[in-house]
């Protein structure tokens, strides 16, 4: 078995040895996330000399809450650290463009790691392990590519060959679980207070702003489910799968709400407990899209 700790494999992110990339490379705009617009490739105005924010401790009532949100998973130190060996763009101001054009590809090499990971630890995947070990060995690897090989990845392709062991993966684990069928389904604002969705296949479902105190999230595949705004507090994701961090930034949730044990509590959440929701029940809400 390979390793699978996140940590060990850098997929914690460590601002102290990145260049700052999300601050630099991607863009923003004005809006309730950011208080500014910013280009991508434009420093941010709050971007300190030493790469550290100047408000970190204030981004929400300043204006920010959006960069609380993000977390690279680790893609910001490698490419600094690893593919630009160390030399940031300032020191190095050519190197920049291809460091910025670099770093959201190492992003989504770095989620597909947290996946992989994830599904190598899931016992009912057993069975396709070795594909899933082969995959992790070859995603590693092509994030120690060179800069230039990692700006030609086609990195939509590689994530399309590994959903599929992705995919198989979900269905192992969730196997006799009625938990219903919501891929993609247009949850946004909908009612679930309470909702048994244990084992849920609710892949890309907009859950946006819905109301999911005290739900049953437990073996529920919420890989690329937008949660933003979606009230956690009260719910059970333990064992939920391929719940990333920012996600659960993006969401509300109390001291109540149980997560994975990769996930740590958002420090902007509460840290008091809502009152507990009625019988579970399951829910009908919501069309699908997809
Ligand atoms: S406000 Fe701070 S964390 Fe957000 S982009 Fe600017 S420097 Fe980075």
């Known amino acids: 078995m390979p390793r699978t700790n996140p940590r060990e494999l850098g997929l914690l992110a460590d601002c102290e040895s990145c260049f700052g990339l999300c601050c ?11 208080a500014a617009d910013k280009d991508a490739g434009q420093p941010c105005r709050n971007l300190r000399d030493d790469f550290r924010c100047a408000i970190h401790a204030e981004l929400r009532p300043r204006g920010f809450p959006g960069c609380t949100v993000f977390d690279c998973l680790g893609a910001g130190q490698k490419v600094s650290q690893i593919t630009f060996e160390g030399r940031s763009w300032r020191e190095a101001p050519g190197s920049a463009r291809q460091m910025y054009a670099v770093f959201p590809v190492m992003r989504q090499l770095h989620e597909l790691l947290w996946y992989l ?6 016992e009912a995947a057993r069975p396709i392990r070795p594909a899933l070990a082969d995959a992790l060995d070859r995603t590693e690897r092509l994030t120690r590519e060179s800069a230039d090989a990692l700006e030609k990845l086609d990195v939509a392709a590689w994530r399309a060959e590994v959903n599929e062991l992705l995919l198989r993966t979900s269905e192992l684990a969730r196997a006799g679980l009625r938990g219903g069928e919501r891929r993609g389904a247009d949850l946004i604002g909908a009612r679930l207070r309470g909702a048994d969705l244990r084992g849920a296949n609710l892949r890309g479902a907009y859950l946006i702003g ?16 937008d949660l933003r705004g979606a009230d956690l ?3 059970d994701l333990t064992g939920s799968i391929f719940l990333t961090q920012p996600q659960v930034n ?3 949730g109390d001291r109540a709400t149980r997560l994975p044990a990769a996930l740590t509590r958002p420090a902007h959440w509460p840290d008091t407990a809502a009152r507990p ?13 997809r």
């Not at 630099?24 to 950011?34: I, Q």
């Not at 005290?214 to 690329?224: C, F, N, S, T, V």
């Open 250 to 252: 993006a969401a509300k």
């Open 24 to 34: 630099v490379a991607l863009p923003f705009s004005a809006s309730a996330d950011f």
């Open 277 to 289: 929701a009625g019988p579970r029940r399951r829910s009908s809400a919501g069309r699908n899209r």
């Open 117 to 122: 990971t994830e599904a190598l630890e899931i």
């Open 210 to 225: 819905a109301d999911l105190r005290g739900a049953d999230l437990r073996q529920a595949d919420l890989i690329g489910a």
């Open 233 to 235: 507090s009260g719910a």
